[in-house]
Each structure stands twice: as C-alpha cells, then as structure tokens.
C-alpha cells in the first residue's frame, strides 16, 4: 500500500517509498496501465501519474505499447521498465581470480571479466590495484552500454564489518582489518557510486534466492567451493547474518583428519579436507598444470573434468572422497538449519556430478532422521558469478529502494541548468 | 495501533486483536489508566472502556488504585493485570524424569514437581500415563490456586511436528513418529484446554530469550546438557525452526572419538562426550548410586557436585574434559550462528563453574576470529526448569493472541444463560 497523505516534513520521504513501491511493481510485474498500477496499489491517479513521470525522467521507466485488449473507451497507455538506464557492478575477490559481472536493472547481464590473480603471493595493495583497475575498466564498459552504474559490491571470502566495508580477516588471503571499500574509493579518485564490501557466500546466497535455481526457497545453505568453503544461509526468507555479521563460517568446523594446515592457522578444518587445494593436492602432482595458481581456475577444472569424463583413476578417486567428506560436513549444516535446498557453488559446481552420489550417501548416514528431512543437493547454475552477481543485486537494490538515486536523463529547465557548477 | 473502523465481517477480528492490544500492554508495561490507553493505542476512549470492560469481565484485568499523582480534574481508574486468573502449563518429559511447572499470567510460579522416570526402559504407554497423571495433577493445583489453565505444552527432546503435535523421532527414548498430544488428550478426555508438543531446547531458548538471562539479546544458542545434547537458537530476536521443525540438532555433530555408541545408532555424535551419560561414565563405576536413573538427575548431580567442591579427582577430570568437549563442538555454533550468548542449560547449568574455564580455552582455539566475536558464555539461571518455563509461556501466549479464550468469570445476563445448553 502506498501513502497519499503526508505532513510537509516527511512529504519527501513519502515521495521516495512511493517512488520505489511503483518501480518495483513495474519490475517484478511487468508492463502495466497507470490506472492498474493506482488500482494495485491504493495510491490515486494523480500521484501515479506524477510518480510515473519522474520514473521516466530518471530513466527507469518508459512508455510501452497501447493496450487496446477488448478494452471499452479511451486506451491506456503501457509502461514498462527501461532496465538499461542503470547497473550494479558484482566484484568477486578470491584466492586465485578476481571477476566483474554487470548486471542492468532489467536483470541483463552487460559484460563480465575474470582474471587470474594470485592473492596471497600478492601484496594487499598490488591486489587492491588489480580490483581498483577492474572496476574503472567495468565503470567504463557500462558508460559504453548506456548504462550508469548504481553502485560496485565486492565479495571476499572473508568475515566482512559490512556497515563500514571492512575486511576483518580474510584466511585464506593471509589478510586482517583491510578497509576494502576506502582502498578502492581512494584508488577510484571518490566516484559518485557507493562502493560496498560483502561476504561472498552470503552474496551467493542472495543471487540463488533472488533468481538461480534456489529462487524462492524460504530455507536455503549455499556453500563455497573454492580454497576456502563458506556457507550463506537463508533462514525463512532472510540472509542469516548474526550478531556481527560473522556467521556461515563453516570451513573451520573441525571435522578433517588434521593433517593439512589449514589458512586459519588451524588443523582439522573442514576446508582442508573439501575445498580446492584439498581436491588438486589428491588428484594431481605439484607440477601438474591444473596446480597452476597462474593458469585460470576454470581452465584447470575444465581440464580435470576432461580427465574424470576420460576415467581417469586418481581424478575419480579424488572426486569421491570430496564428495564424501562433503556430505559428513553437510550433514551438520542439514541438522542445525533443517533446509530444503543445499546449493554447491564454485568448484562444487564445475564437478558436482562426479561426487554427488557419494555426498549424499554420506549425508544420509549422518542426518539425525533422513525420512522426516526433504532436503535436496542441487549444483548451482550460476557457478563461478554466483558471487558477483549477489553483488551486482545488492547494488540495484539501492536503485529499488530509492529511485532518487538516479540522477534525471535531461536536465529539467535551463533556470536548473546554472546551478550545475 | 489499534483499528477503530471494520466492516461488520471482520469485526470480530478487529475486537479481538484490540483485546489482544490492550491486554498485552497492561502485562508488558504496568498499571494505566483507560485514558492512558487511548492515548497510547490511538484507540478511542469508548473503545478503551468497552475493552477493558471485557478483559474485567473474563477476569483478565482489574480495578487498581485510583491515579491522583498531581492530577488536575476528575482523578482516573487506575487498571491493572490481575495475572492469577488463568495460568499455563510446561510439562518436561526427559530421559531420566518429568517435570511440571505452572506459571500465571503475571508471571508467578503457581507450582511445580519433577518426578524420576527411566523413560527408554519402560512402554510408551506407561511414560504417557505418568505423564498424563502429572498434568492431571497440574490442572487440579492450578485450580485450586483459583487459576484455569489456558494450555499445556510438552517439551521433548527429539524432533516434533509441532503442527500436529507428533514427536517424530526421539533417539534417546527410542520413539518415533509418537502421537503426544492426541495420546494425552485422550487419556484426559479431551480436555478444554490445548495441549501442544515442542522440542526441549527450543522452549528454553524461548524461557531465556523472554525472561531469563537472555533476556533482550537478539542472537542466542540455547544449549540443553541432558542425556542428549541439543540446541535451540534464537537469530536476530526469532526462534529458528527450519523448514520442517527439525532444526537445531547438535547432538550428533560427527565431533567425538566414536567410541561410543549414541541413542540416534551412530558413532561419533558430539553428545556421547559431553551428554550426561558421558559425563557420569566418566566420573563415576556402574555401580555408583550417581549413575541409577531411578534417583532424581538433581540428587545425583548434587552428590557429584559436592565431590567436585571436595577436589575429588576423578570427578573433576571428567568435568574438564566435559569442558573441553564443549569448547570444541560449542565453536562449530559460534563459527554458523554468530551469537551474543552461549547458554548452558541443564546439567550443564549446574556444574559449569567447574568447567567454564576449560570450556571458553578450547572454544577460543577454534573460533576463526575470537577477537572480533563478542560471544559470552553463560550459565541458565533456569536450569533445569527451562524448557516446561518456555512450555508454559507458549501455553500463555495463546491467551495474550486472542484473551476471548478464557470465559467470562460471571454470566453477562440473565438472558444468556438459556443458551448454554
């Protein structure tokens, strides 16, 4: 419901929900009337129509066809949403590649990157060079496509302060207490756009709930499959976070043999038994190409996938043993958030179908009741951008919350224009 | 804010969750008077009086003192609780015991009793008689302190389909899929009242998240130190419960040596290390009186606990290596949940001074940033109280969502009373 009457005070606040209440609707509803939008909404005639000016001055929405089905009397004229006025930027960071996926209001994806970049052998400010340059050259290809950005969120798997865009302590980087978003701000010379920074399991959670395949499950763990192994959780609609934002972290659950030294300084992390260098230490040789952190991870999996689909004995038996060690962890994660769906993200996707009977037979064995749980193993879709592209989500979602954001197309009247020094 | 204005269909609704309103104020902020009400509700004044009038009636509220303090004009008529009218019932039904607790609706403990039963050595029958004899005892205290129970809750520890009130599987009984609240509802003849089952630690997260230390703190993992360990977990102010009610099983997290064999039929279960059985075989020979499950659990811990005090060895060898445990398994929480408090409830509350120490050591270990949680670790003050404290607040609940439930104390007329046939 939208709210006609204001006191002058709060006028402007009521303006900004109204404003967003009606591009939302256009979003997720589709083109419609002014008349059906006033009539969904509660607001009156007027109001829309003034509302829906504004819109399209800022660019956000734009007049359709005429609707002429079986209608009596004057025709109402369409609006619909112009969803390549504005895009999120999605940033992923991790242990050996950096991405960039734009991602317009109309949810089209514009351009994405990747490169391969070898965090932890890297200084922190060489790595925040990297992500500085990928963002400029990503603000650039959305000037190109017409698009203005609306904000860049960067996913690191690391425990984030998400109010200051703080990292606290990343791992598996070797990284502490990094201003990740003043770093990039500063590099980027103060851009216009608001820079945030996010746990990246938590921001592929958020892309699978929106729009992948766990697209409205109410209860929902996405794991991580890169070096490290996060999880974001929805829980009955809304991303888990806890006291301090530092929930999910799951790779450190003490599950694992205790051989390997785990980037937490630990031994017996989970991670050390199911994350990617777990899966390349078991199926291949130092010197092998795929242990090449230089070479791009998705070159690699390609190549061990070739090697799994041609029967290769060691890569197979690898591959079973992740699923196996998988499903033990998960396991934990199914009797403390009883979900419907667990999604494998990140290299769990690429290879998934080699390990997934042995994940769920080992779940099964240690699920408190298997027959009263319905959850379900699904491999994500979204793979690799799952992350970038929560990011991209979450930097639209200011867009939707307040349209005001988005400066006007055309300068309304030259009296305006002198202000613009 | 209260809704004056309702079509004549749902006006029935609209009154009730007026009375609902005003009830709940009266309970949660002290004795007003009716113009308070109105002002505080935006309810208007001939809607306050017909209100409280009602809740007088059914013998929810009464008349207080009359307001004078500095009052200009005609003083007003002070309302208050009148909290001993109706009370609610927490039934517990453990491994080795059943408790009874009733509480009114001013929070006052009318009664309670807990009575030694060895719940996996007899019949489901005979465990549901006993316990339908203590509830039927419980109705007849609670009438006799002039109170009408408004509902029963029984606490178990196992997965409940809280719907319909079936305890689905219990490892530690040994029950499945036992329909509770249908079987007691029949051996009291279908009494008045509702009779609802929940999962032990989900009630005591709730008795502390309401009134206990807890109270207030948004984020907070309730830990039951029974025979079986479990957890209930209240995330930013809201009971976690899953997709389907079976969340919170911590118990059987593959965390121990796997020496043990535990109730779910596994190995390795958390709960064989640090579940009173662990403890008590660790502590005490088979023979020793602190390990007959026909002595009541707190006479047993008492003994053991005196031991403790006395620097008995064995005894707090074990309850170090308790504490340990407990760290461990307890960092696997703070790693996904994130919370402000660790409670420990149950055995657990009332041997923790022994343990604390060694407990918060190993949890320190394993939490991947102990510097940036804030999580503390507390004892229950409820201890084992708990969860039948949490099953009499749900009871309570009941009547504070819809006060039109409990009866008029007086028929209204003359009239009236030909109708109640």
Redesign the interface.
Known sequence: MGADAATPADSALVRRSNLSLVLRRFRDEGPRTRARVADETGLNKATVSSLVAELVDRGLLREGQIERLGAVGRPGQVIELDGRRVCGIGIEVNVDYVTALIVDLGGRVVADERLPLDVPALRPDAVLDATADLVARAVSAAHRAGSTPAGVTVAVPA?VDVGTGTL??A?NFGWRDMPVARALAERLGEPPYPIRVDNDANLSALAEHVAGAGAGV??LVYLTGEVGVG?G?I??G?L???????????G????GAGTELCG?G?RGCWETTVGLGALLRMAADPKDPVRDPARDVEDRLTELRRRAEEGHERTLTALRQIGTDLG?GA???V??????LIMLGGYFAMLGDFFLADMTESLR??I??PN????EVVLSTLGFSAAARGGAHVALEGVLADPTTVPPAVPEGSERSSSLV
Chains 1, 2 share one sequence.
Do not use: I, K
């Open positions: 425990l606290r302590f791992p109410r209860n999880a959780v829980s009955e809304r888990l976070r806890g006291s301090a934002g530092l929930s999910g972290e799951v450190h659950m003490p599950l937490c630990r033990t396991s934990v994660l009797n403390l958030f009883d979900p419907e064995t240690r408190v009741d009263a749980t319905r959850c």
